[in-house]
């Protein structure tokens, strides 16, 4: 069982920069791969990022290529998503998840999901 908690959201404007943070406990989180995923308002939710078990790996969504950047500290059985120059069309709700072994980019794939963290973009 993994439980996971997302904190790091808010209000911004357009081209400022969050990081949000994903807590897994548990003490395999090194054997997780984990991923980011969205969800605005009328929306279904949508992949954004996923990395590797050691974090060597990447993988992005094209909208957010090149902005987004994820990475994990399995000391601190943390993933991370940083966000830069962000737009008002990345205003969603995000959710971390996290899947045994391989990387995945369907939301389906994914077993362990947390509660989410509200961001808002302001133009």
């Known amino acids: 069982q993994v439980q996971l908690v997302e904190s790091g959201g808010g209000l911004v404007q357009a081209g400022d920069s969050l990081r949000l943070s994903c807590a897994a406990s548990?003490?395999?989180?090194?054997?997780?791969?984990m991923g980011w995923f969205r969800q605005a308002p009328g929306k279904e939710r949508e992949f954004v990022a996923t990395?590797?078990?050691?974090?060597?790996?990447?993988l992005y969504a094209d909208s957010v290529k090149g902005r987004f950047a994820i990475s994990r500290d399995n000391a601190k059985n943390t993933v991370y998503l940083q966000m830069n120059s962000l737009k008002p069309e990345d205003t969603a709700v995000y959710y971390c998840?996290?899947?045994?072994?391989?990387?995945?980019?369907?939301?389906?794939?994914?077993?362990?999901w947390g509660q989410g963290t509200h961001v808002t973009v302001s133009s």
């Open positions: 998840a996290a899947r045994f072994g391989v990387w995945a980019t369907s939301a389906s794939r994914y077993t362990y």
């Open positions: 548990g003490r395999t989180f090194s054997s997780y791969a």
């Open positions: 990395i590797s078990l050691g974090g060597t790996n990447t």
